[in-house]
Nanobody, 121 residues
């Protein structure tokens, strides 16, 4: 069984920075994409950033230039560096991984438990 464990959320003032981490553990054959989504109260979950195994990245327009996603394939870990945070960034941030647990396994779409990010003065 593969688990995604997130860390790094918290309370930060506008303009501040945070770094989120998400580590995958368990039986892992290959992780194709890792990413971060967020869900604010009363809103749908939205993609924030995703990174593929080769390093290519995609960001939602609202975070371009402020957030950076990176990945350590050896550690099966994805990071999200968030700078110049705004109150609108307040949400629960969820880690996501698309992966196989073995060569013959189906592709799985896994989610972490979520970590709260609050941007407020």
């Amino acid at each position: 069984q593969v688990q995604l464990v997130e860390s790094g959320g918290g309370l930060v003032q506008p303009g501040g920075s945070l770094r989120l981490s998400c580590a995958a553990s368990g039986s892992i054959f290959n992780i194709y994409t890792m990413g971060w989504y967020r869900q604010a109260p009363g809103k749908q979950r939205e993609l924030v950033a995703v990174i593929v195994s080769g390093g290519g990245t995609t960001y939602v327009d609202s975070v371009k230039g402020r957030f950076t996603i990176s990945r350590d394939n050896a550690k099966n870990t994805v990071y999200l560096r968030m700078n110049s945070l705004k109150p609108d960034d307040t949400a629960v941030y969820y880690c996501n991984a698309v992966m196989r647990s073995s060569r013959d396994a189906n592709i799985s779409n896994l989610w972490g438990q979520g970590t709260q990010v609050t941007v407020s003065s």
